[in-house]
Protein backbone atom coordinates (compact mmCIF):
# COMPACT_ATOMS: atom_id res chain seq x y z
CA UNK A 1 0.00 0.00 0.00
CA UNK A 2 1.26 3.70 -0.94
CA UNK A 3 0.62 6.60 1.64
CA UNK A 4 1.14 10.03 0.30
CA UNK A 5 3.86 12.16 2.35
CA UNK A 6 3.75 15.86 2.51
CA UNK A 7 6.00 18.35 4.75
CA UNK A 8 4.91 21.56 4.65
CA UNK A 9 7.85 24.22 6.40
CA UNK A 10 6.39 27.38 6.05
CA UNK A 11 3.60 29.10 4.58
CA UNK A 12 4.35 31.52 1.74
CA UNK A 13 2.53 33.12 -1.07
CA UNK A 14 2.44 30.30 -3.12
CA UNK A 15 2.12 27.41 -1.03
CA UNK A 16 -1.40 26.60 -1.66
CA UNK A 17 -0.80 26.33 -5.44
CA UNK A 18 2.39 24.55 -4.95
CA UNK A 19 1.22 21.85 -2.79
CA UNK A 20 -2.09 21.43 -4.87
CA UNK A 21 0.68 20.28 -7.81
CA UNK A 22 2.21 18.05 -5.50
CA UNK A 23 -1.08 16.14 -4.70
CA UNK A 24 -2.02 16.22 -8.36
CA UNK A 25 1.73 14.83 -9.02
CA UNK A 26 1.33 12.25 -6.67
CA UNK A 27 -1.87 11.42 -8.35
CA UNK A 28 -0.51 11.40 -11.87
CA UNK A 29 1.37 8.21 -10.76
CA UNK A 30 -0.16 5.04 -11.46
CA UNK A 31 0.02 4.56 -7.47
CA UNK A 32 -3.11 4.16 -5.74
CA UNK A 33 -3.22 6.23 -2.41
CA UNK A 34 -4.37 4.56 0.46
CA UNK A 35 -4.03 7.85 2.46
CA UNK A 36 -2.25 10.72 3.22
CA UNK A 37 0.22 12.29 5.71
CA UNK A 38 0.55 15.75 5.86
CA UNK A 39 3.72 16.79 8.21
CA UNK A 40 3.16 19.86 10.09
CA UNK A 41 5.89 20.02 12.71
CA UNK A 42 8.05 23.01 13.19
CA UNK A 43 6.26 24.93 10.76
CA UNK A 44 5.92 28.25 12.27
CA UNK A 45 3.22 29.52 10.44
CA UNK A 46 3.68 32.38 7.69
CA UNK A 47 1.02 33.34 5.67
CA UNK A 48 -2.36 32.74 6.29
CA UNK A 49 -4.49 32.55 2.77
CA UNK A 50 -2.65 29.88 1.98
CA UNK A 51 -3.59 27.71 5.11
CA UNK A 52 -7.38 28.54 4.58
CA UNK A 53 -6.72 27.85 0.39
CA UNK A 54 -5.56 24.26 1.94
CA UNK A 55 -8.36 23.68 4.27
CA UNK A 56 -10.86 24.71 1.64
CA UNK A 57 -9.07 22.24 -0.79
CA UNK A 58 -9.72 18.85 2.01
CA UNK A 59 -13.21 20.53 2.97
CA UNK A 60 -16.33 20.31 1.16
CA UNK A 61 -18.15 22.86 3.58
CA UNK A 62 -18.41 24.79 6.89
CA UNK A 63 -16.17 27.23 8.58
CA UNK A 64 -12.50 27.02 8.30
CA UNK A 65 -11.53 29.42 10.99
CA UNK A 66 -12.69 32.15 12.55
CA UNK A 67 -11.27 35.97 14.16
CA UNK A 68 -13.15 37.11 16.87
CA UNK A 69 -11.76 40.78 18.03
CA UNK A 70 -13.15 43.42 20.88
CA UNK A 71 -15.01 45.28 17.87
CA UNK A 72 -17.44 44.36 14.57
CA UNK A 73 -14.42 45.31 12.28
CA UNK A 74 -12.82 42.39 14.06
CA UNK A 75 -15.27 40.28 13.40
CA UNK A 76 -14.64 37.79 9.94
CA UNK A 77 -14.70 33.82 9.52
CA UNK A 78 -13.78 31.51 6.62
CA UNK A 79 -15.34 28.76 5.22
CA UNK A 80 -14.54 26.27 2.12
CA UNK A 81 -16.88 26.03 -1.10
CA UNK A 82 -17.36 22.58 -2.61
CA UNK A 83 -15.55 20.77 -4.19
CA UNK A 84 -13.02 18.27 -2.50
CA UNK A 85 -9.18 17.38 -3.11
CA UNK A 86 -8.70 13.43 -2.38
CA UNK A 87 -12.23 13.02 -1.28
CA UNK A 88 -12.84 10.21 1.23
CA UNK A 89 -8.56 9.15 0.97
CA UNK A 90 -7.82 9.15 5.00
CA UNK A 91 -5.62 11.63 6.10
CA UNK A 92 -3.28 12.08 8.87
CA UNK A 93 -1.53 15.31 10.16
CA UNK A 94 1.66 15.53 12.19
CA UNK A 95 2.15 18.99 14.39
CA UNK A 96 4.66 19.14 17.58
CA UNK A 97 5.53 22.21 19.67
CA UNK A 98 6.74 24.37 17.03
CA UNK A 99 3.37 23.78 14.84
CA UNK A 100 2.05 27.47 15.31
CA UNK A 101 -0.30 30.36 13.70
CA UNK A 102 -1.63 29.21 10.56
CA UNK A 103 -0.14 25.26 10.37
CA UNK A 104 -2.70 25.33 13.88
CA UNK A 105 -5.70 27.03 11.85
CA UNK A 106 -4.86 24.12 8.86
CA UNK A 107 -4.85 21.29 11.73
CA UNK A 108 -7.82 22.99 13.75
CA UNK A 109 -9.86 23.35 10.35
CA UNK A 110 -9.24 19.16 9.70
CA UNK A 111 -9.59 17.77 13.12
CA UNK A 112 -13.03 20.35 13.91
CA UNK A 113 -13.97 18.73 10.55
CA UNK A 114 -12.92 14.79 11.23
CA UNK A 115 -11.53 15.25 7.64
CA UNK A 116 -8.06 14.18 9.45
CA UNK A 117 -6.50 12.67 12.54
CA UNK A 118 -4.03 15.04 14.49
CA UNK A 119 -0.96 12.77 15.78
CA UNK A 120 2.37 13.96 17.71
CA UNK A 121 2.42 16.63 20.67
CA UNK A 122 0.00 19.76 21.58
CA UNK A 123 0.72 22.93 18.92
CA UNK A 124 2.19 25.93 19.85
CA UNK A 125 -0.87 28.23 20.44
CA UNK A 126 0.03 31.35 18.61
CA UNK A 127 -3.36 32.38 17.42
CA UNK A 128 -3.86 36.21 17.49
CA UNK A 129 -4.05 38.76 14.97
CA UNK A 130 -1.33 41.95 15.06
CA UNK A 131 -1.72 45.17 13.90
CA UNK A 132 0.85 47.66 13.90
CA UNK A 133 -0.53 51.04 14.63
CA UNK A 134 1.95 53.61 13.21
CA UNK A 135 3.43 56.51 15.73
CA UNK A 136 4.29 60.31 14.32
CA UNK A 137 8.12 59.93 15.20
CA UNK A 138 8.06 56.75 12.78
CA UNK A 139 8.08 53.92 15.30
CA UNK A 140 4.90 51.97 15.66
CA UNK A 141 2.97 49.85 18.24
CA UNK A 142 2.10 46.07 17.68
CA UNK A 143 -1.43 45.21 19.38
CA UNK A 144 -3.32 42.26 19.87
CA UNK A 145 -6.73 42.63 17.80
CA UNK A 146 -8.53 39.67 17.47
CA UNK A 147 -7.87 35.63 18.23
CA UNK A 148 -7.79 33.22 15.77
CA UNK A 149 -10.65 30.34 16.60
CA UNK A 150 -11.18 26.57 15.19
CA UNK A 151 -14.80 25.95 13.55
CA UNK A 152 -15.82 24.32 17.26
CA UNK A 153 -15.16 27.46 18.56
CA UNK A 154 -11.85 26.42 20.55
CA UNK A 155 -9.21 29.47 20.88
CA UNK A 156 -5.97 28.72 19.52
CA UNK A 157 -4.13 31.06 21.24
CA UNK A 158 -1.94 29.82 23.95
CA UNK A 159 -4.00 26.01 23.90
CA UNK A 160 -3.02 25.07 20.71
CA UNK A 161 -4.55 22.34 19.13
CA UNK A 162 -4.79 19.14 21.35
CA UNK A 163 -3.65 15.97 19.30
CA UNK A 164 -6.24 12.96 18.95
CA UNK A 165 -3.67 11.12 19.58
CA UNK A 166 -0.96 12.00 21.64
CA UNK A 167 2.61 10.63 20.72
CA UNK A 168 5.75 12.39 22.61
CA UNK A 169 9.11 13.33 20.69
CA UNK A 170 12.05 11.02 21.39
CA UNK A 171 13.67 14.07 23.61
CA UNK A 172 10.70 14.06 25.89
CA UNK A 173 10.71 10.05 25.64
CA UNK A 174 14.59 10.38 26.35
CA UNK A 175 13.91 12.64 29.42
CA UNK A 176 11.20 10.39 30.88
CA UNK A 177 12.98 7.85 30.60
CA UNK A 178 16.72 9.16 32.06
CA UNK A 179 15.55 10.82 35.41
CA UNK A 180 18.78 12.47 36.20
CA UNK A 181 18.91 16.39 36.34
CA UNK A 182 20.12 18.25 33.60
CA UNK A 183 21.33 21.83 33.84
CA UNK A 184 18.89 23.31 32.41
CA UNK A 185 16.74 21.68 35.52
CA UNK A 186 18.62 23.37 38.09
CA UNK A 187 17.88 27.01 39.63
Known amino acids: QHYGYLRLVYFHRDSAVDFKNALDSMQSDATELYGLILDLRDNPGGVLQPAIEMADGFLEQGE????????????????????????????????????????????????????????????????????????????????????YFTPSGKSIQAQGIQPDLVVASAVEVIETVDDRLLEADLD
Request: charged share 20%; glycine share 12%.
Open 64 to 147: IVSMRGRNAAMQSSFSARQGQWLPGLPMVVLVDRGTASASEVLAGALQDHKRAVIVGERTFGKGSVQTVLPLRNGSGIKLTTAR
